[in-house]
């Protein structure tokens, strides 16, 4: 069975820093994917950003980024020139690929930026 | 925009009451999910669906089922509420046959049981 872990439960960062958040996965897939969600206090869970396990390039979007890691199953975020607005939970989730889209989220990271 | 659409953001019962948490999409999407969420644990899942009468348990089935009659609408039912289903509940659907699409969520509804 496959396992997230996201091993920060808080952190907190100045605005306009840099800020990563862990997550660390084991599986005995090889296809599979991975995903960030970002709940803000208002509650409704959005996608940040995902990366499919055959790639090699490390996604990014925008101020996201992450640092992929498949030997070490390792999927880590990378918030650079945090904003207030990032003051959220952040989940880590994964996918194996194929079979009924279900996901296994980490228990989540609340992440809050300081003015 | 994908929009699921949950029909309370905040409900109150009592224990022993039957309770129907709804969820609405306005697509044609096949697979929909029932999460709860709880601090320190995450989301796990409930129960999901991926047609008209098909649902399939997640890890945490018990004290819950589900309907779904028709493709729009996938509801959770607590048959008897007990205080440790206290919670926040979060609908989510899978909008397309390729795994690399996200998961679309609710607003969430947070249920109290009294």
């Known amino acids: 069975a496959q396992t997230v872990t996201q091993s920060q439960p808080e952190m907190s960062v100045q605005e306009a820093e840099t800020v990563t958040l862990s997550c660390t996965y084991d599986?005995?897939?090889?296809?599979?994917?991975l995903f960030w969600y970002k709940q803000p206090p208002s509650r409704q869970m959005i996608l940040v950003i995902r990366?499919?396990?055959?790639?090699?390039q490390n996604a990014t979007e925008n101020r996201f980024s992450v640092n992929f890691q498949k030997a070490a199953k390792s999927f880590s975020l990378k918030i650079s020139d945090s904003q207030l607005g990032d003051t959220a939970m952040y989940f880590c989730?994964?996918?194996?690929?194929?079979?009924?889209?279900?996901?296994?989220f980490g228990t989540g990271t609340r992440l809050k930026v300081l003015a | 925009d994908v929009k699921v659409t949950q029909s309370s953001r905040y409900l109150v019962k009592r224990t022993g009451e039957k309770v129907f948490l709804e969820c609405v999409q306005d697509?044609?999407?096949?697979?929909m999910f029932w999460y709860r969420q709880d601090p320190g644990l995450g989301l796990r899942l409930i129960y999901f669906?991926?047609?008209?009468?098909?649902?399939e348990k997640g890890d945490i089935p018990e004290g819950y089922s589900v309907s779904r009659e028709k493709k729009e609408r996938f509801s959770l039912i607590l048959e008897s509420a007990s205080t440790n289903q206290t919670s926040m509940y979060l609908c989510?659907?899978?909008?397309?046959?390729?795994?690399?699409?996200?998961?679309?969520f609710g607003d969430g509804t947070r249920l109290s049981i009294l």
């Open positions: 669906s991926y047609d008209v009468k098909m649902k």
């Open positions: 989510a659907i899978h909008t397309a046959e390729d795994s690399n699409q996200p998961q679309h």
């Open positions: 599986t005995s897939e090889n296809n599979y994917y």
């Open positions: 989730a994964f996918m194996k690929h194929g079979g009924t889209y279900k996901y296994i």
């Open positions: 697509m044609d999407h096949e697979n």
């Open positions: 990366q499919e396990a055959y790639k090699q």
